[in-house]
């Protein structure tokens, strides 16, 4: 029974997120969910109370599966300027298997303008990452690998990257080879903070 009802809320949660990536989350609603899914309105209101519920939760499953993968590369021994690098692969993979994925990150940006619950869920992972890459690049001048600059301002640029490269492979997925160009970006990021003592390219 509990193996069942696990499958269904995985469905209605495919489901959403094939619509939600199709048609938008103003177009799509509980129904058209229920009818993708293969499930009733009773059924899916017993797993969630609201197609906003759904959409949230989405976006913490997605956040949940980043925070695991640039957690692990963080705790690694390597240095900062290895492990950012090693993180810019993460967006790489994010390209290669966002199988149409990638319009549902705008469909949140968009919600977040006009639902206080969605930007509020929406507006506190960049304040989680603006703490995590924070700590990050203070942890690299720390160790030497960067010069003493503002961990915080750092922090919001490697943030700013990282959802300007979301948005223009959303925009343009044909204006650049998205497989190189997270890590190039990120290395040229590198560059700027790199002691310039040492004219060490990071590969």
Not at 18 to 43: P, W
Not at 52 to 66: D, G, P, R, S, Y
Not at 117 to 144: N, S
Request: net charge negative; charged share 15%.
């Amino acid at each position: 029974m509990q193996q069942r009802s696990e499958e269904t809320r995985n469905h209605i949660l495919q489901a959403s997120q094939r619509l939600f990536s199709t048609y938008g989350y103003d177009a799509t609603g509980v129904a058209e969910i229920c009818q993708a899914a293969g499930v009733s309105k009773g059924a899916f209101y017993h797993h969630f109370p609201s197609k906003q519920a759904v959409f949230l939760k989405l976006l913490e499953n997605w956040l949940e599966i980043l925070d695991g993968g640039l957690r692990a590369i963080s705790q690694g021994t390597q240095d900062v300027p290895h492990i950012l690098l090693q993180m810019s692969d993460i967006l790489t993979e994010v390209f290669q298997t966002a199988d149409g994925q990638l319009p549902l990150f705008l469909e949140y940006w968009l919600q977040a303008s006009r639902d206080e619950a969605i930007w509020k869920a929406t507006i506190a992972p960049y304040q989680h990452y603006q703490e995590f890459f924070t700590a990050l690049v203070q942890r690299g001048i720390d160790e030497g690998s960067f010069r003493a600059v503002d961990a915080h301002i750092a922090a919001q640029a490697l943030v700013a990257l990282a959802v300007g490269l979301l948005l223009q492979g959303l925009l343009n997925p044909r204006g650049a080879d998205w497989s190189q160009m997270p890590r190039q970006c990120m290395q040229l990021f590198l560059d700027s903070l790199t002691p310039k003592n040492t004219g060490m390219e990071v590969v």
